[in-house]
């Protein structure tokens, strides 16, 4: 059985990462870098990608390429550690979750961003 996650529109899922970041004191604008840097979408193609009604399998299905640095990212979401997850797709989400975990917990965008 598929994860509920994978069919839920990638526009309801953006706006709770706003939300989130900008409870935080974070800006949409980093959360916009973030899944750009992640995902290596266009800047001018997002906003009607984040408009639109694509799954977040299909988000990340039509993701020109996951960021190479994206192996950097290690640690716990929801329980889980990212760098164990073997699921392509669930590993691409929870790579995106913890990234805008760290903006709302006041990371600096060099450290999320894993600029070495």
Not at 54 to 77: D, Q, R, V, W, Y
């Amino acid at each position: 059985m598929e994860h509920k996650i994978f069919s839920m529109t990638f526009s309801r899922i953006y706006m709770l990462y706003i939300q989130k970041a900008e409870k935080k004191g974070r800006t949409k604008e980093e959360v916009d870098e973030i899944i750009l840097w992640l995902t290596n979408y266009p800047k001018e193609d997002f906003e009607s990608i984040a408009e639109s009604d694509l799954s977040m399998k299909e988000f990340f299905e039509n993701a020109p390429k996951i960021n190479e640095n994206a192996k950097l990212i290690k640690g716990l979401i929801c329980g889980v550690r990212v760098e164990d997850i073997e699921d392509e797709l669930m590993k691409n989400i929870r790579y995106l979750d913890k990234l805008i975990d760290e903006l709302a917990k006041g990371k600096s965008m060099d450290k999320i961003l894993r600029k070495v």
